[in-house]
């Protein structure tokens, strides 16, 4: 048994029951006497490290950013949402660049590429943030907060005809001027 303690030590158990207790293979969960030869278990432990090494990097990537406090958690859940699709989209196109999904690992047995292993969990991450953010009525937010822009807008607009001094026909003609405008911009912004 390694004198060190800094590791999680092997799942499997003794023939007393007790827990082995020995240093998994790298990446793996048990130590080569509880299976860590078996082919499909250092394949799996080759897929783990690789995704750990992708990780790793991205987070050494993101560690400069600083943190602030959430003031609204929906509008941070949409922006999460966002992130969540762009990496999807990411590591799909890496996923498209691939020669094969997949590799042989040891003793020839097939084992997927960690690109594709993550590109799974970034559709399963953005599946639930999306669904979140219509169980949470977003889209229903979003067109509440815009309807109150708009009222604000038009009151403004409102105020400033009538303080120009336009005559009453001046002042017509100036809303629907400005309801052609409005009208343009939103054929525009289709």
């Not at 006497?33 to 080759?46: D, E, T």
């Not at 897929?47 to 560690?63: D, G, N, P, V, Y």
């Not at 084992?111 to 999306?130: G, I, N, P, S």
Request: proline content about 4%; glycine content about 8%.
């Amino acid at each position: 048994m390694s004198t060190e303690k800094n590791f999680t030590p092997c799942k499997g158990t003794n023939r007393a029951g007790a827990r082995c207790g020995l240093r998994p293979i790298p990446g793996g969960t048990v130590c080569k006497w509880h299976g860590g030869g078996a082919p499909q278990v250092r394949a799996a432990a080759a897929q783990r490290l690789a995704t750990q090494k992708i990780e790793a990097s991205a987070t050494a990537e993101l560690a400069h950013l600083g943190i602030t406090a959430v003031e609204d958690p929906l509008a941070e859940l949409g922006k999460l949402a966002n992130a969540s699709t762009a990496m999807m989209k990411a590591l799909g196109a890496r996923v498209n660049n691939l020669k094969d999904l997949e590799h042989y690992g040891a003793e020839y047995s097939p084992v997927l590429k960690a690109e594709v292993a993550l590109y799974e969990r970034a559709m399963d991450r953005t599946h639930r943030l999306l669904d979140s953010l219509v169980k949470h009525g977003y889209a229903e937010r979003q067109v509440s907060i815009a309807e109150g822009e708009a009222l604000l807008v038009a009151g403004v607009i409102r105020r400033v005809v009538a303080g120009l001094g336009l005559t009453p026909a001046q002042q017509t003609q100036a809303q629907e001027l400005l309801a052609e405008e409005f009208r343009a911009l939103e054929q525009v912004a289709k």
